[in-house]
Structure formats: structure tokens, C-alpha cells
């Protein structure tokens, strides 16, 4: 089983500030990486997926990069709303299984 | 728009059953895989099953295996998880989600999720 490892665990930062958020698998996972945004009480949201491809709807400041083991989750300033936590996740081959990183929580500092 | 509404969550005894629902409109259900994601209060989300479009083929994380059973009604335009054998473990808020499009690799719609509470 592939595992994702999410770092840092807690990042704090200021509004305006960028975030750099990183992704590492246990093994490669090609381009299927995706990063999700989730917020108290909500069902989580597709930011990234493929690696670098904004969903519908995400807003110019997210981007995503990366390939193999080694994704980067960036923004590039941060707005009063983007404080939550971010998660990203992967698709195994054959047969489709998901997992999911332990997540990184965006605190205001 | 596309809408996905769970149902089906609870308090249940260890041991027990449970069968969530998720009713799916705003998209032509019958071409996308699904999905079950359940996220446990306070921790992080945790992928728990998977259908392909027509319910012939499916995938289940290592945790449900045998006790838990997706499937699918093209005609409803629903999903259903039927969870067998039930530990406190298991106590979760449970998503439903859609894939987006081939290699289906990530979930691009989410419902707001049904808690299930395991406990005696």
C-alpha cells in the first residue's frame, strides 16, 4: 500500500503570506496526486488533481506541482479563508484503491 | 448541479448493521464510478470503497473487507453501503463522493456525509 506523508503537520502564517505545502509517497504514484481543502464541519473540497490541474471553480492562487514521490501543494497568497486543512490523495493502479496523507492544518499565526 | 445526499447513519450496536444510502442527481449517475470516504471525529479522511459505473467491478479498503458491501442503483440513481459486523472503530462521518472522469483518480463532488456512532 502506498503511503502519503504530509508535511508539516501544522504550518502558521499570516494573510498574504505564500503556503508551501508538501506531499511525499512511499512509492510512485505518476501523476495521480490530488489535494484536497476541507473546513470545520464541511465535506472536503478538489482543489489540485492530476498534480496541477485547478478544478472547477479554485481560484488562480492554488497550484499544484510535482511527480513520482514529490508534490507540492502552493498558495501563493493566503486569504482570510483558506485557513483550514489540506489533504491530498492518491490512486493505486490496479485494483483502484484511494489514500489519503494524514493531512496538514493551515492555522492564522 | 450536481447533488449527492447521504442517509442511512446512527447509533448502532457492535456487532450490528447498517446500510447508508446516497441519492445522486444533477449528472448522469449511471457513467461515473463512487465512492465511500469516512473521516472518524477529529482524525483525517480515509478512502473506504469504490464502484465502477455499470456495479460490476468493485474495491474495498483492507479495514471493511468482508463486512462491508458497495453497490449501486443506476435506475434510483443511488448508492448504497451495506456495513456487516460493526466495531466502535468504525464510528465515523461517512461521504459519498463521485469520481470525476477516467483515470477517475480523484473525487470531484462530495455530499455533506451521515455520521454512524458504534457504540453499546
Known amino acids: 500500500e502506498i503511503v502519503l506523508t504530509q508535511s508539516p503537520a501544522t504550518l502558521s502564517l499570516s494573510p498574504g503570506e505564500r503556503a508551501t505545502l508538501s506531499c511525499r509517497a512511499s512509492?510512485?504514484?505518476?501523476?495521480?496526486l490530488a489535494w484536497y481543502q476541507q473546513k470545520p464541519g464541511q465535506a472536503p473540497r478538489l482543489l489540485i488533481y492530476?498534480?496541477?490541474n485547478r478544478a472547477t471553480g479554485i481560484p488562480a492562487r492554488f497550484s499544484g506541482s510535482g511527480s513520482g514521490t514529490d508534490f507540492t501543494l502552493t498558495i501563493s497568497s493566503l486569504e482570510p479563508e483558506d485557513f483550514a486543512v489540506y489533504y491530498c490523495?492518491?490512486?493505486?493502479?490496479?485494483?483502484?484503491?484511494?489514500?489519503f496523507g494524514q493531512g496538514t492544518k493551515l492555522e492564522i499565526k | 448541479e450536481v447533488q449527492l445526499v447521504e442517509s442511512g447513519g446512527g447509533l448502532v450496536q457492535p456487532g450490528g448493521s447498517l446500510r447508508l444510502s446516497c441519492a445522486a442527481s444533477g449528472f448522469t449517475f449511471s457513467s461515473y464510478w463512487m465512492h465511500w470516504v469516512r473521516q472518524a471525529p477529529g482524525k483525517g479522511l480515509v478512502w473506504v470503497s469504490r464502484?465502477?459505473?455499470?456495479?460490476?467491478?468493485?474495491s474495498y479498503a483492507d479495514s471493511v473487507k468482508g463486512r462491508f458491501t458497495i453497490s449501486r442503483d443506476n435506475a434510483k440513481n443511488t448508492l448504497y453501503l451495506q456495513m456487516n459486523s460493526l466495531r466502535a472503530e468504525d464510528t465515523a462521518v461517512y461521504y459519498c463522493?463521485?469520481?470525476?472522469?477516467?483515470?477517475?483518480?480523484?473525487?470531484?463532488?462530495w455530499g455533506q456525509g451521515t455520521l454512524v456512532t458504534v457504540s453499546s
Open positions: 492530476d498534480a496541477s
Open positions: 464502484i465502477n459505473s455499470d456495479g460490476s467491478s468493485t
Open positions: 463522493a463521485r469520481s470525476g472522469v477516467v483515470p477517475a483518480a480523484s473525487f470531484d463532488y
Open positions: 512509492q510512485s504514484v505518476s501523476s495521480y
Open positions: 490523495q492518491q490512486r493505486s493502479n490496479w485494483p483502484p484503491t484511494y489514500t
